[in-house]
C-alpha cells in the first residue's frame, strides 16, 4: 500500500498544500490577481467528470494501468508550468494537470485495500490515505525553500521530479495479485476478479437505490472542507498579520492531525460503521472550520488547525467505506465515478467563490461560515442512510 500512498502525497500535496505558496510569485511575476489564480484550481471539476471513465478503466484493467497514465499526466503538467507567459497557459496546464486526478488516489487505492484487506479496511484505507495529508506536511517546506532559494519556475519542476519517482516505483511494485498466483494469468485474473469474484452490484443495480443518489449529494457536501476552506488556510492567517513561516507550520500541524484522523476515523468506522463515523467526523470539521473564522494567533491557531485537520482527514476513507457498505466492489470504479460526479459543484465553485471572497470583501470569513452551514447539511443527510452495510 506504499505505492498508492506515495501518490497521494505527491499528488494531494501538489494541489491542495502548496497552491497558497505560488499565488504571490505567480501575482508578482504576471499581475493575476487571487480569483484569477485561484479559479485555476477549479478545473479540479474536469477530474469529476473523467472519474467515471477511468472507473470503467479501472474495474476493467485493474490499478496499476490507471495509476501510471494518471501519474504521468499530472507530472507532464508541472513540467509545462515553468514554461507559462499568459492566464490561459495556467488554465490549459491545470485542466491536464487535473483530468487524471481521480486516477491517482481515491480510485485506486480503493480498490487496492478492498482486494488485498478484507479485515481490518477501515484503518488500512486510513493508512493508505494518509498520503493525501502527508503530502502537506511535506510538500510545503520543501517547495518553499526552493521557492525561496531559487524560482517559482525551479519550484514547479522539483514537484515533477517527484511525480518522475512515485510513478518508478507504481511501475514496480504495484499488483493486484495475491503472493503465488502465476505471472502468465495476471491480466485473467485482474479483469476476473471485478466481474466473478469481488462481490458487489452492478452499476444498473447500484442507480436504481435511493442511497446512490443520496450519496451523490453527499458527496460535494463532503468536498467543502478540501474544495474551498484548505486552499485558503495560508492566506486566511497571513492576511490577519500572521507570519508565512508560522502559517506554514500551521499547515503541517493541520497535514499531521489529517494523517491521524484517517487512522484514527478508520478504525471507528470499522466499529460503528462508516456513516456514523462520518457524521461525527463532518462536526468536528465545522467546529475547526468556525475555530479559523476568526483568525488568530496563539494556541488557538494551533488548535484551530489541529481540530479542522483531524475532521477533515476521515472523508477520504470514510466516503470509501460507505460506497463499498453499500454496494461492494465488483463495479466500485464506476459507481464512484459516478457518485463523484456532483463533486464538481464544490471543486467547480468552491475556489472561485474563495478568491471572489477576498477580492470583494477582503476576508475570507463568508466561505468559511458558508462551508461549516453546508457541512452540518451533510450530518442531517447521513441520517437518511441505514446503518449498517450490505456488503
Known sequence: MLAPFLVATVSMGSYQYTHGLFVDPLGQ????????????????????????????????????PVMLGAVALMGLSFVLRPLMTELWHLYAISFLQFVAINGTVMLPAGRLVGIWFKKNRGKVLGLTMMGNNFGGLVLPPVIGSLLITFSWQ??????????????????????????GASKSNRDTRIRGESTQIL???????????????????????????????????????????????????????????????KVVWGA???????????????????VGVMLMYNPIAGPLFWIAVAVFGFGMG??????????????????????????????????????????????LAGTYKP????ASIGIALGVLLLTRLPNKKRY
Open 29 to 64: 511575476a504576471f499581475g493575476w490577481s487571487r480569483t484569477e489564480i485561484s479559479a485555476s484550481l477549479s478545473f479540479a471539476a474536469v477530474g469529476i467528470i473523467t472519474a467515471p471513465f477511468l472507473g470503467r478503466l479501472l474495474d476493467k484493467y485493474g490499478a496499476k
Open 154 to 179: 525551479f519550484a514547479y519542476y522539483g514537484i515533477a521530479i517527484m511525480f518522475a519517482l512515485v510513478w518508478l516505483y507504481t511501475l514496480k511494485f504495484v499488483s493486484e495479485n495475491k503472493a
Open 199 to 261: 462481490p458487489g452490484m452492478t452499476l444498473q443495480e447500484a442507480i436504481k437505490t435511493k442511497y446512490f443518489y443520496l450519496i451523490a449529494i453527499i458527496t460535494p457536501i463532503g468536498s467543502l472542507a478540501f474544495s474551498m476552506v484548505l486552499p485558503h488556510v495560508i492566506d486566511n492567517y497571513t492576511n490577519a498579520g500572521i507570519s508565512l513561516l508560522t502559517a506554514a507550520a500551521g499547515l503541517v500541524v493541520l497535514s499531521t492531525f489529517g494523517m491521524i484522523g
Open 268 to 286: 471507528i468506522g470499522e466499529k460503528i460503521t462508516g456513516r456514523n463515523a462520518l457524521m461525527c467526523s463532518f462536526s468536528v470539521t465545522i
Open 314 to 359: 476521515a472523508f477520504g476513507p470514510l466516503y470509501t467505506m460507505i460506497i463499498q457498505d453499500f454496494f461492494g466492489l465488483r463495479n466500485y470504479g464506476a459507481i464512484y465515478g459516478l457518485q463523484s460526479l456532483t463533486g464538481v459543484i464544490s471543486f467547480g465553485a468552491g475556489p472561485i467563490m474563495g478568491g471572489l471572497s477576498y477580492d
Open 367 to 370: 466561505i468559511f461560515l458558508a
